[in-house]
Each structure stands twice: as structure tokens, then as C-alpha cells.
């Protein structure tokens, strides 16, 4: 027989709960850790507001912060403390002055009975199922040596425990003052954090349960926190018939065989102003057509910008966006972290069901997402949207405009299953524009290159180059020997005529 | 002598007075505070019922000794409390008659150790003498 799952406790923020499994198993003590300024409070007001407080009688016990200046500070996020008792055990200004202070005794000695007793007094007349005390560290004042602490602390949590309360206690661990003592004796740790990158969330220890390890991103905004699970491609599968999307350019799906296929990664390179975004986008109004949705990430070009370009060639991007199977989202420099994106791009597959997503380009990805691991990042994304069935469009800008040919950037190629390049070529003298497949995983391909062209009528794609060579340099030269008819009288954007 | 005896408390800090009575209190003595050199010499001044004295030094100067000699004189036993640990404090407690030298913060289970022997000796004395 196996044993039922316990049952969780919401801690009030979505993604701590997705992080911890569920939540909080209760009856419990958790430590709250980290240091001043990274939301530790806020995370305990979301924990005592997420349950119904007529039957989980929460109580905040406050030993710093005065009760007044907390119910001030979380109306102004928005939480309601309505029904949150407040034990406050601050000191009153009172005591500055020479009334209240004194040094006969410890504070141990003269404090430790006192508050104790209002604990208990407080904790039997209220029965409390969620207790938020901040912070624990302020009871080793009120212990002569550190084995008192630990062995008051204990039973204070087992006091709380015994009454049926899930406990999250915040601590203020500095190197001067280490707070390990406290992290062993709780069944669980969460640790807050605040770097150069961002504000970040981890979970150490959750006795009795799995956790998602490693850090999260973490934001503490008008609302109060929100945190972001840190993407991990294989939870999410998705079942998805890996079929070719086509991009209704007869010619550039012949190239393709088919069209990208659902649940694969492409990129599409080449130099700036190429047509890359175009060509992506095309893909996404013939799955428009389909009734299915894509949404662009786009992180340098305007809305407006692209919006308009892609009107001048035939894309209808705006009646697109009226019936839902378009949208645009610009994506302002440091403005996320990865884990965040990562959450808002989740949301738009797992809640609007988008079948195709481009990031607008992974150079904006690299420049506008705060973090050290980029590629990491873009790889877990890429890989739960490929789980999921999504095609993903990766536009990777190639900085030289002719020259030696370079598949990608950024180290990227390695994620990809689809590869196609832009590129520009000299022919007599007159720029114009080749493309190519350069892999494909699931089919084969179209060896050759072919001419495209972007016009206001839409994308044009030539017949194979096949009586050029050298195309990859961008220097293309005519072979000697065509053949009988050389296909350049089949409908070539070529003009025959101008061959040398 | 009594346990019930009066317990003259000498202290400048009120808080600090009224934590001695608070613990004491509970432990069934009485105190009688004085917060000034006034408040000590009238404590003097009635001094049948005082079975000790403790004399936080803290805040008063050279005066404070005068009025421990003037315990010594009524035969009330007495401890100094001092705020830090001064050979020249303990010395100077000792010759002006005081029984002991305590350094703050006091442990109060080892004040009422203490105060319970010296009452219980004084009493003893008494007891003799009679």
C-alpha cells in the first residue's frame, strides 16, 4: 500500500508553491533566511493572507519591526491584514529612555519570562494554523549561551508545532552572527537573496518532500512577491504529432521538404536587414491561417517598426493580432531576468496554447535578460518548448554582411535542429539575397541554395542556384558548363540576360 | 532575623531598582529603594528593619563610601554591586565594610544564593548574640 502525498499548505506565491511541490507541508517549521532588504517580511505577509483567516487564525509575531509600521507598509502592496493578529514584542520608544533601560540584569534574565508568556497566552487563546515570527534571531539575546538558544528555540517550535501551527520563522544569519544552528533544527529552508543580476530565491532543505533545486528568480513589486521556478525542460511533456509546418511559399517549402516541423528548434541567420524576422513571420501567417496561434519576443526592433514592415510585404500582422493569432511582446532591456521570461513565455503556451514562438533575436535575448548563464537559459527554454510541441524561430544576426560564411553567433548552433541562412550575394555588380538549409533533423533537405526575394507582394523564392558557385562567400561566379536548359528560362528571379 | 527581612536597595536607575524588587518580590523579600544619597541616608536614618543592603555604585561619587560606613555602623551587612571588575573598587567596597563585590549584569539566581547565606548568617549571629 503506499502511503497518500501529504497534504500542502499555499505559501501565497504560485511559484514558491510550484518550487516546494505543492507548498508547505503543515505543522512544520520552516526558516525563512536572508538578508535585509530581500523580502523575507513580504514572503510571511503572503504566507498568513493565502489561507482563510476565520479558520487559520494567522498570527504575526513581530520582535523588530512595530505592528503599525508592517500593517502601514503591506497596505500599501496591496495585502489584507484584516484578520492577521499581530503579537508585537518590538521594543516601544519608551525604552530609550532611562525608565526602560537597565543593566543590573541580563535580558535574558529580566526579558525572557516575559515574553515567553505572552507567546503562550497569545498562541492558547488564539489556536493559530499559520504562524509568521520575525525573527528568531532576536531570542538569542534572550538566551545566556547558544546551546540555551538552540534548546529554547526547539521547544518554542515544538510549542507551536504541538498546537497545530505551520511556523515560518526569518532569521538574520551575517557572517558575525551565523544563523546554521537555526537552519538545522527547521524542516525546511528557503534562502532569499538580492545580487547584481537580481533578487533570487533557493530552497535548501524541505524535510518529508522533493523540491526544485537551484535559484530562482524572485520580484518584489506593487503587488508583492512574485517568484519564478527556474525552468527544468524534462517535467513538461506534451504529446504532438511532429508534423511540418509549412510557410505557404511553395518554393521555400520544397527547400525545407515540408516546412519546420512542430517541437523543433530553427534558427534562422544572416546578416542585418536580410529578411530574417520576415521570413519567420511567414511562417506564423500561414499558421494563422490554420487558426493557430505564435507570438514574437521581439528585443530590438520597435512594435511599431515591425508591425509596419511587415504590412509593406503582405503579412497581415494587424488583423492577425484582432483575432488572437498573433501577438507581439517587446522585450525592454534588463527589464526580466531569464526565470522570468521563461515564466511569461510558459504562461503564453500553457494558458493561450501558442503552437509557434520567435525570439527577436537571441543577440536582444544575450543584451536584454540579466544573467551569467544565457545560453543556459535559452537552452532550458528551448527545450520545454520544444516538450511541449511548440516550433521555435531563433533569429541570429550575423554581424559581417559578405565574406567567409558563419552559420551562427552566440555559440547557438548546437540547440538547433533546423538551420536556414540568409545571406547576401554580389551578382554583376547588384546586392540580392540567397537562401539556404544548412540541417535538418527530422527530414531531409534541399541541398541548394535558392534566390529570395522580399516584396510587397510577400516573399519570392527563386528555382536552386545550381549554375552558381561560391554563393557562400558572397562572391558568386557562373559555372562554365550549364546544363541544356539550366532551369534559368523556369521562372529564375535570374534574368538570363544579364549572365556574362 | 527573618527571610521577611527589609532589603535596603541602592541603585541611581530606577529600572534597574525596579527589577531588584521585582525579583526579590518574588522571592518573599521586601525593598526598600533609594535612588539618591538622600533617599540612602533617611533609609540610615530608619534603618531597625534592614536585614542588607545593596549598593549599586554606578552614578554616585566618593560619597557613596561615607554612607557604607555608615552600614557598617548600624551592623546592616551589605554587598557593592559594581558595573565592571576594578581591583581599586573591589578594595575600596571591602574596606569601607562591604561583604562581597558583585559585577554587572548579576545572575539572579546567584543573588538570591547570596543573599539568602548572608541573611541566614546574620540571623545566626543574632541568634548568639541574644
Request: glycine share 10%; aromatic share 8%.
Amino acid at each position: 500500500m503506499t502511503k497518500a502525498p501529504p497534504t500542502r499548505l499555499p505559501t501565497g506565491i504560485t511559484g514558491l508553491d510550484e518550487i516546494l511541490g505543492g507548498g508547505l507541508i503543515p505543522a512544520r517549521a520552516y526558516l525563512l533566511r536572508g538578508g535585509p532588504g530581500t523580502g523575507k517580511t513580504t514572503v510571511g505577509l503572503h504566507f498568513l493572507t493565502s489561507g482563510d483567516p476565520h479558520v487559520e487564525k494567522p498570527l504575526f509575531i513581530t520582535m523588530g519591526e512595530p505592528e503599525a509600521q508592517i500593517r502601514k507598509n503591506a497596505e500599501a502592496v496591496g495585502f489584507d491584514l484584516e484578520g492577521v493578529t499581530f503579537l508585537d514584542l518590538s521594543p516601544s520608544s519608551a525604552f530609550f529612555s532611562e525608565v526602560q533601560s537597565y543593566d543590573i540584569f541580563a535580558p535574558a534574565e529580566v526579558e525572557r519570562e516575559p515574553t515567553t508568556q505572552q507567546i503562550i497566552a497569545q498562541v492558547d487563546m488564539l489556536k493559530p494554523q499559520r504562524v509568521f515570527l520575525d525573527a528568531m534571531t532576536q531570542f538569542r539575546y534572550l538566551a545566556s549561551d547558544t546551546f540555551q538558544f538552540r534548546k529554547q528555540a526547539l521547544s518554542f517550535l515544538r510549542f507551536l508545532i504541538e498546537q497545530g501551527a505551520t511556523v515560518l520563522f526569518t532569521s538574520e544569519g551575517s557572517h558575525e552572527a551565523p544563523d546554521d544552528d537555526l537552519q538545522f533544527m527547521a524542516d525546511g529552508v528557503i534562502h532569499l537573496d538580492f545580487a547584481a543580476e537580481g533578487r533570487t530565491l533557493g530552497v535548501s532543505k524541505f524535510r518529508g518532500s522533493d523540491f526544485r533545486s537551484g535559484l530562482h528568480a524572485m520580484k518584489l513589486s506593487a503587488t508583492g512577491a512574485e517568484v519564478f521556478p527556474r525552468l527544468l525542460p524534462e517535467s513538461y511533456q506534451q504529446e504532438f504529432v511532429a508534423e511540418a509546418l509549412p510557410s505557404g511559399v511553395p518554393e521555400l517549402d520544397e527547400l525545407l521538404h515540408g516546412g519546420f516541423e512542430r517541437g523543433t528548434i530553427s534558427v534562422i541567420s544572416g546578416p542585418t536587414g536580410v529578411g530574417k524576422t520576415t521570413l519567420g513571420l511567414q511562417f506564423m501567417k500561414e499558421a494563422a491561417g490554420r487558426g493557430e496561434r505564435s507570438v514574437v519576443y521581439t528585443f530590438e526592433e520597435r512594435i511599431g517598426t515591425l508591425l509596419h514592415r511587415a504590412e509593406a510585404v503582405h503579412i497581415p500582422v494587424h488583423a492577425m493580432m484582432q483575432r488572437g493569432t498573433l501577438s507581439v511582446v517587446q522585450v525592454e532591456p534588463l527589464q526580466w531576468t531569464p526565470d522570468e521570461f521563461a515564466c511569461l513565455v510558459r504562461q503564453e503556451v500553457e494558458r493561450n496554447g501558442t503552437r509557434i514562438i520567435m525570439l527577436d533575436s537571441t543577440t536582444g535575448y544575450r543584451l536584454s535578460l540579466r544573467s551569467g548563464d544565457l545560453v543556459g537559459h535559452l537552452h532550458a527554454l528551448c527545450k520545454y518548448l520544444q516538450n511541449m510541441g511548440v516550433a521555435v524561430l531563433l533569429i541570429s544576426e550575423i554581424e559581417a554582411i559578405t565574406g567567409e560564411f558563419r552559420a551562427t553567433e552566440a555559440g547557438i548552433s548546437y540547440l538547433a535542429d533546423n538551420i536556414v541562412f540568409l545571406r547576401y550575394i554580389e551578382v554583376q555588380g547588384e546586392l540580392r539575397r540567397a537562401i539556404g538549409v544548412l540541417k535538418k533533423r527530422l527530414s531531409s533537405f534541399e541541398p541548394t541554395l535558392r534566390e529570395i526575394e522580399i516584396t510587397r507582394y510577400g516573399i519570392k523564392v527563386g528555382k536552386p542556384l545550381t549554375e552558381l558557385r561560391g554563393i557562400l562567400r558572397g562572391m558568386p561566379e557562373w559555372i562554365d558548363a550549364p546544363r541544356s536548359n539550366g532551369g534559368r528560362d523556369e521562372g529564375h528571379i535570374y534574368d538570363p540576360g544579364r549572365r556574362p | 532575623m527573618k527571610a521577611t527581612s527589609m532589603i535596603l536597595a541602592v541603585d541611581r536607575n530606577h529600572r534597574n531598582l525596579e527589577l531588584l524588587s521585582q525579583f526579590l518580590g518574588r522571592e518573599g523579600y521586601q525593598t526598600r529603594p533609594a535612588a539618591t544619597l538622600e533617599e540612602f541616608d533617611q533609609a540610615l536614618v530608619e534603618a531597625n528593619d534592614l536585614g542588607l543592603a545593596l549598593v549599586d555604585i554606578a552614578g554616585f561619587d566618593r560619597a557613596i563610601w561615607e554612607r557604607c560606613e555608615g552600614l557598617r555602623h548600624h551592623k546592616i551587612p551589605f554587598l557593592v554591586i559594581s558595573p565592571k571588575q576594578s581591583a581599586a573598587i573591589q578594595q575600596a567596597s571591602l574596606t569601607h565594610g562591604a561583604r562581597g563585590v558583585l559585577i554587572k549584569p548579576l545572575v539572579v539566581r546567584e543573588l538570591l544564593g547570596l543573599i539568602g547565606s548572608l541573611l541566614e548568617e546574620d540571623a545566626d549571629q543574632g541568634e548568639a548574640e541574644g
